[in-house]
């Protein structure tokens, strides 16, 4: 597979479509079976505020590969991510109700580089609040 999107047709600015992504407790449990993860502040109510938590807080990870999936879908192939990068900033505090939280993504071109490819800058929000920092991937396109 290569990247749907030709270079050709992408202009600095140009916006990728926004996307939500839900993280409930029970997503987390899977995630941490998954990854191999089972740091108690991930599912661990208790345990998360006994060491200065509001409450669960998601996967870093999680979160970070929820963002980079606006660039993935809008790519048309996950390969096409050269690099990808963020910085921590604050937690996806996840409740344990029905909604958990939301991780809201926003992205847009910020730079055209050489050999097809682009720079794609990512904002990632929960609770209004900015959960990743310098959150930027290099995408080769077609």
């Known amino acids: 597979m290569t990247?749907?999107?030709s270079y050709?047709?992408?202009?600095?600015g140009t916006e990728l479509p926004a996307r939500s992504f839900p993280a409930t407790?029970?997503?987390l449990v899977?995630?941490?079976?998954a990854s191999g993860d089972f740091n108690p502040i991930h599912w661990n109510e208790k345990f998360a505020?006994?060491?200065?938590l509001p409450d669960v807080i998601a996967h870093g990870m999680f979160t970070m590969a929820a963002a980079i999936r606006v660039v993935t879908d809008w790519a048309g192939d996950p390969a096409a991510v050269v690099e990808y990068g963020v910085r921590f900033t604050r937690p996806v505090v996840v409740p344990n109700d029905d909604r958990g939280a939301l991780i809201e993504v926003t992205a847009k071109v910020a730079d055209k580089l050489d050999d097809n490819q682009v720079r794609i800058d990512l904002t990632a929000k929960s609770a209004g609040q900015k959960v990743l920092g310098m959150s930027r991937a290099v995408v080769r396109l077609a």
């Open 30 to 33: 899977q995630y941490a079976g």
């Open 49 to 52: 505020k006994e060491v200065g």
């Open 25 to 27: 407790r029970a997503m």
């Open 8 to 12: 050709t047709d992408v202009e600095v």
């Open 3 to 5: 990247a749907k999107i």
